[in-house]
């Protein structure tokens, strides 16, 4: 899909409709948003609030009318949401808007919340390297981070694995020595 012309036509699609809706969203679709990437993805990750059944219902409306977005039918969803009980303290005091509609208003982590979020991501599965690559963490961001992204599995593996990918992730940003 492609996010910002999905997001576009929905938030006609929650106002024709008589709707409205107000997410924190992150992942792909919250850097697309942004300009960070260009690529496409399948989904909205909502980090908060849980999606209102309306919405749910409005949502897979919209992906079955609008076949052209290439949609499933849970392409906005709650996925993330297990992550605010781990976020750092007063995360929501550095959100920040990335797209208002008329029905649709959709907002991020500050970007050090962000930044987590995604290396913890790319550390739990290895997939969102180019993600972290685009939001071109400085080298100093990348050592606040490491220490939370460490704490977030109980694995006693995690932290030299955290460390690994955290220093592969330096190389590619040329900050560390091939």
């Not at 980090?47 to 977005?69: G, N």
């Not at 297990?82 to 500050?110: A, F, M, V």
């Not at 961001?141 to 593996?157: G, H, I, M, S, T």
């Amino acid at each position: 899909m492609n996010v910002k012309t999905t997001l576009h036509q929905f938030d006609k699609f929650l106002h024709s409709k008589g709707l409205t809706f107000e997410a924190v969203v992150i992942g792909a679709a919250a850097l697309a948003v942004m300009d960070v990437i260009s690529r496409e993805t399948v989904d909205v990750d909502c980090l908060d609030p849980v999606v209102p059944e309306e919405i749910i219902k409005a949502a897979v409306e919209f992906s079955r009318t609008h076949p052209e977005h290439n949609l499933t039918d849970q392409w906005i969803n709650n996925g993330p949401e297990d992550l605010k009980k781990d976020l750092p303290k007063n995360w929501r005091n550095r959100i920040q808007t990335i797209y208002e509609g008329t029905s649709l208003k959709l907002s991020t982590l500050g970007r050090p919340d962000l930044l987590k979020s995604k290396l913890f991501a790319f550390c739990d599965r290895g997939d969102d390297l180019n993600d972290c690559l685009a939001l071109k963490p400085t080298e100093v961001e990348l050592d606040e981070c490491r220490d939370w992204v460490q704490k977030r599995d109980a694995n006693p593996k995690w932290p030299d694995h955290v460390l690994e990918s955290f220093n592969l992730l330096k190389k590619r940003l040329g900050y560390a020595k091939k």
